[in-house]
């Protein structure tokens, strides 16, 4: 089994070993995981395949939005990616279409539940928490509901310390810890209900919202207000083998390693140079695994600059100016073809390459999950909207527009703020800001004493190193977030490494030239070991071009307040002590490209709607006879149609309308019906959903 056994940042939990079949083999998984992770823990990533094509099936999307890991779990079709699986459980791989349960009963009507409510928030991520923390703290009646069994969203696989303002977002502390922090304060006001499990189906115009409650009971919610948090999806790309298992979300990726704890992959590589990708290479060389390689089709990443650093020091390849060409295997993906982009998105001859990968992730962007905000206006509710579901932005901006957002209901309930909503909306505006070219600066002079060293050459709003030094000596220009941070040198640094602790960007050394300035002791932040390094061991030093040598450890400690982030002090000559930023424990993970396997792809290969696998030559061809509405599309070729509900191709045939040089104004949008999910029919008529539904 490829569990992760320990982990740098991450609790191991005891959970019981428990035993089911998949295809009539005897495997063993956890209790409490959900079945495509079990199936992941025995390296099984085929759960069946397709009807229409044979093609190979697996997990997709890991966040019930897709159907691409339907299994047949104890007879019933189900989600691998939302079902709990339980001891003894017999699970058989989808081939072509489920059958479903037999059923000839009469079915009794039930009544369904109405329950009335001030506020219902959708969404219990970072802003759906912000949001109910702020409203229940003001005694509003709030039912906050989350489709996951655990509060949190994206921040319960985030490992990493958040950047922001420490006093708004909680910078400087784990996502993970946040989720748990904001989870622990709702669930403790007293106005606030919460529903986990709990699947919202659809927006209807009396008002109404139907809700899945504990996926098993159909209840009816009547909200007075109503705020949509509900996240963000990926984006796909379209290239040949771009459905292959094995090809997935950064997010579904950080689902399996960082929620699920299994080490799902031995060699992956990334598409994709925003924070999102970057993040997700760092979460896999903590978990053990390799990252080949990242590409990125801009001259350069988009992410945070002090995230590339992270992942560059540790060896990995940044390709900026490339693309994938091909995901390449018959089964599920074996390696990936590369290319550097031309000016347009030609690519340049000679420079392909393959390397060999088990996984390649997608991290190209997110898109708003807005659909019940769109149609909560078109029935003229009270409608809100916060976090990624309103803007894509990190999860800080997310937790800040979540307590806006809910400032705003108080504010529309008639509670009077003391709060600036304008101020407010300025800042949050600074924190969805992209991230600026970073700033050439100068290598500080200082030769003597101790003092901080901020390798954080790019203005992003952050600042807990400003705010957690006991001698005051850290500001940022202008006491700006968005500025660059500076050590005042007003009064002696006491060498605490608090600094160096706290920084998300693991972005700040501590230059030590008390005992002896032609060697001074520097202070590096480690987050990829929990053991701690034994003193007189040597590390290599790295600088964020590459390696500068090994050289000895004088010191390792943890500090109680920061008790995941290792400080470890070594001694170097003084020529390399201000650009050394940090040690690594691992070898470079450089891997050589294959030797060349490219086959010829035509349009007519790749894959734009997984769902009901139509190719881009088939949409292509529509489009060039002149079909520019995406419900005859649909009709046409089933694109859209599918168990995603068009979520997964809508953006991608949108793409291939502007290849096409269709205008955005003349493509006519398909029309967005409930339901949001696939639920039992017998839902409807108040039947318990949990045994597989009728
Ligand atoms: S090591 Fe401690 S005293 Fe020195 S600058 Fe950092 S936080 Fe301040
Ligand atoms: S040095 Fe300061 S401002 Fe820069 S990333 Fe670290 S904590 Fe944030
Ligand atoms: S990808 Fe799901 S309907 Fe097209």
């Known amino acids: 089994m490829e569990n992760i056994a320990k982990h740098p940042i991450l609790e191991i939990p005891d959970k019981k070993k428990i035993d089911f079949k998949f295809d009539g083999k005897l495997l063993y998984g956890f209790e409490g995981m959900v079945i495509s992770s079990a199936l992941f823990l025995n390296k099984v990533k085929i759960f069946g395949h397709h009807v229409k094509d044979r093609s190979p099936q697996g997990l997709f999307c890991a966040n019930g939005q897709c159907s691409q890991c339907n299994v047949i779990a104890d007879g019933v079709p189900v989600k691998a990616c939302m079902t709990l699986l339980t001891k003894g459980m017999k699970i058989e791989s989808c081939n072509g279409l489920p059958e479903l349960p037999l059923e000839d009963s009469h079915v009794e009507v039930k009544d369904i539940n109405l329950i009335n409510t001030d506020v219902l928030v959708i969404g219990g991520g970072p802003a759906g928490l912000s949001a109910t923390k702020i409203l229940g703290e003001n005694n509003i009646d709030v039912l906050l509901v989350d489709d996951k069994s655990r509060l949190g969203g994206k921040l319960v696989l985030q490992t990493h310390k958040f950047f922001g303002s420490q006093e708004d977002v909680y910078a400087g502390t784990r996502g993970i810890e946040i989720g748990n922090l904001l989870g622990e304060i709702v669930s403790n006001l007293d106005s606030v209900k919460i529903w986990v499990n709990s699947i919202v189906l659809a927006i209807f115009s009396d008002g109404l919202v139907g809700i899945i409650k504990d996926m098993d009971v159909y209840s009816l919610i009547k909200p007075k207000y109503l705020l949509i948090a509900t996240g963000a999806r990926?984006?796909?790309?379209?290239?040949?083998?771009?459905?292959?298992?094995?090809?997935?979300?950064?997010?579904?990726?950080?689902?399996?390693?960082?929620?699920?704890?299994?080490?799902?992959?031995?060699?992956?590589?990334?598409?994709?140079?925003?924070?999102?990708?970057?993040?997700?290479?760092?979460?896999?060389?903590?978990?053990g695994i390799n990252v080949v390689g990242l590409i990125e089709a801009l001259p350069q990443c988009g992410g945070y600059k002090v995230h590339e650093d992270k992942l560059k020091r540790?060896?990995?390849?940044?390709?900026?100016?490339?693309?994938?060409?091909?995901?390449?295997?018959?089964?599920?993906?074996?390696?990936?073809?590369?290319?550097?982009?031309?000016?347009?998105?030609?690519?340049?001859?000679?420079?392909?390459?393959?390397?060999?990968?088990?996984?390649?992730?997608?991290?190209?962007?997110?898109?708003?999950?807005?659909?019940?905000?769109?149609?909560?206006?078109?029935?003229?509710?009270?409608?809100?909207?916060?976090?990624?579901?309103?803007?894509?932005?990190?999860?800080?901006?997310?937790?800040?527009?979540?307590?806006?957002?809910?400032?705003?209901?108080?504010?529309?309930?008639?509670?009077?703020?003391?709060?600036?909503?304008?101020?407010?909306?300025?800042?949050?505006?600074?924190?969805?800001?992209?991230?600026?070219?970073?700033?050439?600066?100068?290598?500080?002079?200082?030769?003597?004493?101790?003092?901080?060293?901020?390798?954080?050459?790019?203005?992003?709003?952050?600042?807990?190193?400003?705010?957690?030094?006991?001698?005051?000596?850290?500001?940022?220009?202008?006491?700006?977030?968005?500025?660059?941070?500076?050590?005042?040198?007003?009064?002696?640094?006491?060498?605490?490494?608090?600094?160096?602790?706290?920084?998300?960007?693991?972005?700040?050394?501590?230059?030590?030239?008390?005992?002896?300035?032609?060697?001074?002791?520097?202070?590096?932040?480690?987050?990829?070991?929990?053991?701690?390094?034994?003193?007189?061991?040597?590390?290599?030093?790295?600088?964020?071009?590459?390696?500068?040598?090994?050289?000895?450890?004088?010191?390792?400690?943890?500090?109680?307040?920061?008790?995941?982030?290792?400080?470890?002090?070594?001694?170097?000559?003084?020529?390399?002590?201000?650009?050394?930023?940090?040690?690594?424990?691992?070898?470079?993970?450089?891997?050589?490209?294959?030797?060349?396997?490219?086959?010829?792809?035509?349009?007519?290969?790749?894959?734009?709607?997984?769902?009901?696998?139509?190719?881009?030559?088939?949409?292509?061809?529509?489009?060039?006879?002149?079909?520019?509405?995406?419900?005859?599309?649909?009709?046409?070729?089933?694109a859209g149609m599918g168990a995603c509900g068009g979520k997964t191709c809508t953006t991608l045939i949108n793409r291939i309308f502007r290849e096409e040089g269709i205008e955005q104004e003349k493509i006519i949008p398909g029309t967005k019906r409930p339901l949001f999910v696939e639920v039992p029919m017998g839902a409807f008529a108040g039947l318990k959903t949990k045994k597989g539904g009728k």
Request: proline share 5%.
């Open 234 to 287: 990926e984006k796909m790309l379209v290239f040949p083998g771009n459905t292959l298992p094995g090809v997935y979300g950064a997010g579904a990726f950080q689902t399996l390693v960082n929620r699920d704890l299994v080490k799902a992959a031995e060699n992956i590589f990334i598409v994709g140079g925003g924070n999102v990708g970057l993040i997700a290479g760092y979460h896999a060389i903590q978990a």
């Open 314 to 638: 540790l060896g990995v390849p940044i390709y900026t100016k490339h693309t994938v060409i091909s995901a390449n295997g018959k089964d599920k993906i074996e390696s990936i073809t590369i290319g550097k982009l031309m000016g347009s998105w030609d690519i340049e001859p000679g420079t392909e390459k393959t390397f060999a990968c088990d996984t390649l992730l997608i991290a190209v962007g997110l898109d708003p999950v807005d659909e019940f905000y769109h149609k909560a206006q078109q029935f003229n509710m009270k409608v809100w909207i916060a976090g990624d579901a309103q803007e894509i932005a990190e999860a800080s901006a997310a937790i800040f527009t979540g307590k806006i957002e809910a400032l705003k209901i108080l504010k529309e309930i008639g509670v009077p703020l003391t709060e600036n909503l304008e101020e407010l909306e300025d800042f949050a505006n600074l924190m969805k800001a992209k991230p600026p070219d970073p700033i050439q600066t100068e290598v500080i002079q200082k030769e003597e004493g101790i003092f901080p060293l901020f390798h954080c050459n790019q203005e992003i709003p952050c600042n807990p190193c400003t705010t957690v030094c006991p001698q005051q000596q850290i500001k940022t220009v202008d006491d700006l977030i968005t500025q660059l941070p500076y050590f005042t040198d007003d009064q002696d640094c006491i060498g605490c490494g608090n600094c160096v602790a706290v920084c998300p960007g693991l972005a700040i050394t501590l230059v030590d030239n008390r005992k002896d300035k032609n060697a001074p002791v520097v202070t590096f932040p480690l987050e990829l070991t929990s053991k701690k390094i034994e003193t007189g061991r040597t590390v290599m030093v790295v600088s964020n071009d590459g390696d500068l040598g090994e050289y000895e450890v004088t010191r390792a400690r943890f500090l109680k307040e920061f008790p995941k982030t290792q400080l470890v002090s070594v001694k170097l000559p003084s020529e390399i002590a201000k650009v050394a930023v940090g040690i690594k424990l691992i070898k470079s993970s450089y891997t050589e490209p294959m030797d060349l396997y490219q086959q010829s792809h035509t349009d007519d290969d790749i894959i734009v709607c997984r769902c009901e696998r139509v190719s881009v030559g088939e949409i292509r061809k529509w489009i060039r006879y002149g079909v520019h509405d995406f419900n005859e599309l649909k009709a046409l070729t089933k």
